[in-house]
């Protein structure tokens, strides 16, 4: 059972392909790369991967409208995970679906996602200022691992090493067509960024200073999303309190159309 079908996958397709796993009910084993940029598993990996699970389950005309997920533990590379399913709810317009995805007998993560057939309607939103424009961005080359499969381009002050939002975004392979993949891979793409603007103001910037981590993530996906396109993520500072920051984020294309809105919160110790 694949998540993704595709005959030759690119390599975000390959992170996507799943074996049914053996007993009853939705369960797809979803192997994991040997080594990643951290000793953690990277949360955008593991969230796209539990979207295009939930995916699997559902009739291919309904396509991702959002996901809610916590992060309960760090997961690990180099070793499967189980992804389990359930089918909370299929109408008529949306499905919904609950999953738990399982390494090492323990969770490390849980999302809700629902997906939604799509029709006719009112297609509008704001036009703000673009907080960087594409012209006075500059080539960026974080050292985050799987950053290498991107394009970025960032602000020029911006000399932290990770990327700092805004910024412009895209892969540099084509990724397949379809609704399913490409809400997955702006999932993983999404988790770059919200953890440095939910740092507290002033705190130093730097991967030897504190700990951080991200606790939860949503992403409402708005408008059709080509992956290999250039995107610009705008990424804005809600609160910070009890060690944790709040962040909501807006991804748009070329043409300025909101294509996602997120939010994620982020555990900053000092």
Known sequence: MTGVKSDRPSWIGRLLTFERGGGDGDVFIAPQPPAGPSSRLFGGLIAAQSLAAAGATVEPDKHPQSLHLYFVRGGQYGVDVELHVVRTRDGRSFDTRQVTAVQNGKTILEMTASF???????????????GLAFDDAIPK???????????????????????????????KDRIE?????????????????PVPVARPPGAPTGYDVGYAASLDHAVWFHRPFVPHDWHRYEVTSLN??????LVVGSMYDVAGSLVASTTQEALWRF
């Open 141 to 171: 080359h974080p050292d985050l691992g799987f950053t290498g499969r991107f394009d970025i381009r960032a602000m020029p002050g911006d000399n932290s090493p990770f990327v700092l939002p805004p910024f412009w975004i895209r892969t």
């Open 177 to 193: 067509d379809g609704p399913l993949i490409q809400a997955c891979a702006l999932t993983f793409m999404s988790d770059f960024g």
């Open 116 to 130: 939604h057939r799509p029709e006719e309607g009112a297609d509008w939103h704001p036009k703000p200022t673009p």
């Open 240 to 245: 910070n309190s009890d060690s944790r920051g």
